[in-house]
């Protein structure tokens, strides 16, 4: 939530571990930003496809970083399922934002992922922003993450800031992360 700009103006969390969010109000003076203090954020405790599917809203963005796709909880947010009902509740100009340790990235795990995205949506990227740290960017139209530096949200107080959080200072940061195109991902 740290690298989220300023230009966004309303933030849905959905945590299904209640600890997790205890851990974080624990911990919150020891922080640069709280991020649950941030007036955008709202918080459901509860499983992400629980929540997408009791819920009508639409997002111009959804992120998903659920742990490893081994484990009960998340198991289900790696389906093609999940990223169909993601998909479902996205704008039209949506982009689907996928995580993943790449630590724990086999060859198999990386098709099945790719394959996943490239079947729900027209376009999908894969990036390593940092390194070990999948980034999956999924949407109905052509990518071009680098463009918003060109925009008036880029302008507003904080909005280069937030992102210099998560490593991207310029579009440049964002060429070099591109480890697969969209032919690449197909």
Do not use: C
């Not at 205890?22 to 007036?39: T, V, W």
């Not at 992120?63 to 998340?74: C, G, I, K, N």
Request: aromatic content about 6%.
């Amino acid at each position: 939530l740290e690298a989220v700009p300023p230009s966004v103006r309303r933030i849905d969390v959905v945590e299904i571990e209640p600890q997790v969010i205890a851990a974080n109000q624990h911990i919150a003076g020891e922080r640069r930003h709280d991020p649950l203090r941030d007036s955008r954020v709202r918080v459901f405790v509860n499983d992400a496809r629980n929540t997408l599917l009791r819920t009508s809203a639409t997002y111009d963005i959804i992120v998903s970083q659920p742990s490893h796709p081994w484990t009960t909880a998340s198991a289900n947010l790696y389906s093609r399922e999940f990223v169909a009902l993601a998909a479902r509740h996205l704008s039209r100009d949506g982009v689907f934002v996928q995580w993943m340790n790449a630590a724990f990235v086999d060859a198999p795990l990386l098709r099945s992922l790719a394959a996943t995205l490239a079947g729900e949506f027209s376009h999908v990227e894969v990036h390593e922003p940092i390194p070990m740290s999948l980034v999956f960017l999924a949407s109905r139209r052509p990518l071009d993450p680098a463009a918003w530096f060109a925009t008036p949200a880029s302008r507003l107080p904080g909005a280069i800031a937030a992102l210099r959080n998560a490593g991207i200072a310029s579009p440049d940061d964002l060429h070099w992360s591109l480890l697969l195109d969209d032919a690449g991902v197909r």
